[in-house]
């Protein structure tokens, strides 16, 4: 049972299963109220229950699909008018696995809605009172398939890439504001994530696949130490420091007033 102070409010998206219900788990263990996110009201129920029984902290359930414009809306609203908001994880995502030629359009913008357009709107609502405040933490849940490409993810990779250059011009925008915000990239992680999606995680090598438990440990000792890009399972950080480091030095020559050698006659 946690003592009766708080840090605040911390909302989480897709909330009710894999990782959502566990970052919805530890940060109550740490001191934070809760507001959960996700279009299951009964699996919402059922963590929120459980949540307040081990830790003593007020939990609120809030039932949206993030595809849906009005009930979108309806989050943002919240985010945008309520103070007590301290924490953001936009956990909420979803895929689908599979040629471009064959995949349902309609399929697709949805995918897109979930993991680009609700995030943003999201984050920009919630950063209207930690800007005001000068103060608040945002987690974005990108992927291992930002940088791992393969041919039949070329919309989910897509919009986690777009995840990655979203949040590093947050941080950029927001240094010195007293604003952190985190990147997080799992690998597989044993969730219902995969059920459906055109690739099974029984498909996975048992070494390549960890549990929801471990990958939500792991981003948060990420978020302690202050990183900005968590990548779960990359053993070295030095070889995430030499791959940004590479796109910095590219930098300077993106941007010329001539083509570069290899392009003229």
């Given at each position: ?6 840090q605040?409010?911390?909302v989480?998206t ?19 109220d ?7 009201k ?40 309520d ?5 953001l ?6 895929t ?19 993991n ?12 209207a ?20 490409v393969?041919?039949v993810?070329?919309v ?60 939500v ?49």
């Amino acid at each position: 049972m946690s003592d009766t102070n708080t840090q605040g409010i911390a909302v989480v998206t897709g909330a009710s299963t894999g990782m959502g219900a566990v970052y919805a788990d530890r940060l109550a263990r740490r001191g934070y109220d809760l507001l959960l996110v996700a279009r299951d009201k009964s699996r919402l129920d059922t963590v929120a229950s459980k949540i307040t029984a081990n830790t003593g902290r007020t939990v609120e359930v809030l039932t949206a699909d993030l595809t849906n414009p009005g009930q979108l809306a309806t989050v943002e609203d919240r985010l945008r008018s309520d103070e007590s908001i301290s924490l953001l994880v936009n956990n909420a995502g979803g895929t689908t696995f599979g040629p471009l030629a064959q995949a349902d359009p309609s399929q697709l913008e949805d995918l897109v809605t979930l993991n680009v357009t609700a995030l943003t709107r999201l984050t920009t609502a919630v950063l209207a009172g930690f800007t005001r405040r000068g103060s608040g933490t945002i987690v974005n849940l990108s992927s291992a398939l930002a940088f791992n490409v393969l041919p039949v993810s070329a919309v989910y990779s897509g919009t986690k890439s777009y995840v990655v250059a979203f949040t590093q011009a947050l941080q950029q925008e927001l240094a010195g504001s007293g604003i952190r915000v985190q990147a997080v990239f799992p690998g597989g992680v044993r969730t219902e994530f995969w059920d459906g999606s055109g690739i099974e995680i029984s498909a996975f090598p048992e070494e390549a696949v960890m549990s929801a438990d471990a990958a939500v440990d792991a981003a948060l000792a990420g978020l302690d130490a202050g990183e900005p890009m968590t990548l779960l399972s990359l053993p070295d950080i030095a070889d995430w420091d030499r791959f940004d480091a590479a796109r910095q030095a590219m930098i300077p020559n993106l941007s010329r007033s001539v083509p570069a050698d290899r392009y003229r006659n």
